[in-house]
């Protein structure tokens, strides 16, 4: 057999030591150890510096490395303070309380054909079914300081009176048939059936939003009175109108003036 | 791996890497710790290691606390070493002395290659893989480190 050669078989005997040399070819190394003696004292030299695992060593408790089974702790039942049933009335009473409040505040808006309606605003609903309703929205005039500083209406004197002014306090001596736009339609309301016309135009003051009245509640009668003239009719109409029996203040507008606004307290 | 597995190689392994490591860093409380700190390691990421592979992750831990231990302090001399007998019976025990004073010339690297070959028993590829290095590489430097050991030895022979 061909000897190897010896750097070759040197690290051969090493693989043949740390056993990384296929079957073959250890059994090539093992006959090349056997037939040549300077290849098994190299093999004898390195055996001689392999470790064993027998080696005394001091062996250690690591016991303490272990892990344990989790154990469950106990599941502990908490009395409840608040019964369930409490909380749940209490929770069921706020949301009802929430829902209430909520539901007051929408109702203080009141849809009539598309015209929302305040409450607090001076328009008022007929007690009894209508088709339009008179909306007097009070704006704020650049003159309202004026009408505060003077509380007392205007009164002309008789000199120099306006014939429209004195039908409207109602004078004797006005006899000026003044044209009244048709406000009311005729049922059996007497004392305004004569008004046909009137230089007092309700419904045309500074684009101010108005619904023509067309119907009038058959129901209703007006008292006849003994009052004369058109303003306390039309005092008259606006309580019947509006159904307030308490006292009201009502402005009113008259011509197209702006500053020639009556602010009467009944 | 589960609870039990860890259990298994805690019992099967915990010694021979604190033998690994007390061989590296004769200190035996630094190897200890060496050994705890690799089974916490295994622990904290036992769900994600296989129980087949947990010895070679554990010395893969424990070679890089010994790397690292090396960096930071220099190992202690084993004060332990036996005495020489001159019975027959004792040549065997005075040559593993002489075995053992020789591996300390070696460097960490060697040692750690040595120790993983004889001890353990892994192969080229499993060394190079708690090492990190390839497999030709480990077989260059185990076969250097046996050189060495082989000439220390013939030396110290032929002193006596």
């Known amino acids: 057999m061909e000897k190897f050669e010896q750097s070759y078989m040197e690290e051969q005997i090493l693989r043949f030591l740390d056993n990384e040399l296929d079957k073959a070819v250890a059994e090539k190394v093992k006959e090349q150890i056997a037939l040549y003696p300077a290849y098994k004292e190299l093999y004898e030299e390195y055996k001689a510096v392999y470790l064993t695992a027998d080696d005394e060593i001091e062996t250690v408790d690591f016991n303490h490395l272990l892990k344990e089974e989790e154990t469950q702790m106990p599941i502990v039942k908490t009395r409840r303070l608040i019964p369930v049933w409490a909380s749940a009335a209490s929770i069921a009473l706020v949301l009802v309380l929430s829902i209430y409040f909520l539901s007051n505040k929408q109702s203080q808006y009141i849809e009539i054909d598309n015209i929302l309606l305040s409450k607090s605003d001076k328009a008022y609903l007929m007690q009894n079914p209508v088709n339009q309703v008179i909306i007097d929205s009070i704006e704020k005039k650049n003159n309202q300081k004026r009408i505060n500083q003077s509380p007392k209406p205007k009164i002309e004197t008789k000199e120099n009176q306006n014939p429209q002014t004195r039908l409207a306090y109602g004078m004797e001596d006005s006899k000026i048939k003044m044209p009244v736009e048709k406000i009311y339609q005729d049922k059996g309301l007497n004392t305004i059936q004569t008004i046909e016309q009137s230089a007092i135009n309700i419904a045309s003051i500074d684009n101010k939003k108005y619904v023509d009245r067309s119907v009038l509640s058959t129901e209703y009668q007006m008292e006849e009175d003994n009052a004369k003239g058109l303003f306390p009719e039309m005092i008259k109409a606006g309580q019947w109108l509006f159904s307030e029996k308490k006292p009201t203040t009502v402005e009113l507008a008259i011509g197209n003036k702006e500053n020639r606004t009556i602010k009467l307290k009944f | ?160």
């Open chain 2, 1 to 160: 791996m589960t609870r039990v597995e860890y259990n298994t190689i805690v019992s099967q392994w915990a010694n021979n890497v604190y033998r690994f490591a007390f061989k590296i860093i004769n200190d035996s409380e630094e190897a200890k710790d060496v050994v705890q700190q690799a089974f916490e390691v295994l622990w904290t990421k036992h769900e994600n290691v296989e129980a087949e592979k947990g010895k070679s992750f554990l010395f893969t831990v424990a070679h890089r606390r010994c790397m690292d231990y090396h960096r930071r302090d220099k190992p202690r001399e084993i004060e332990n070493i036996p005495e020489i007998i001159s019975t027959n019976e004792q040549n065997k025990n005075e040559w593993k002395a002489y075995l053992h004073e020789a591996l300390k010339i070696l460097d960490q690297q060697s040692k750690q290659l040595i120790l993983l070959k004889d001890y353990e028993g892994y192969s080229y590829q499993e060394i190079g893989e708690i090492t990190g290095l390839n497999e030709s590489q480990v077989k260059v430097y185990l076969h250097r480190a046996r050189k060495t050991l082989k000439n220390y030895l013939i030396q110290k022979k032929q002193l006596l």
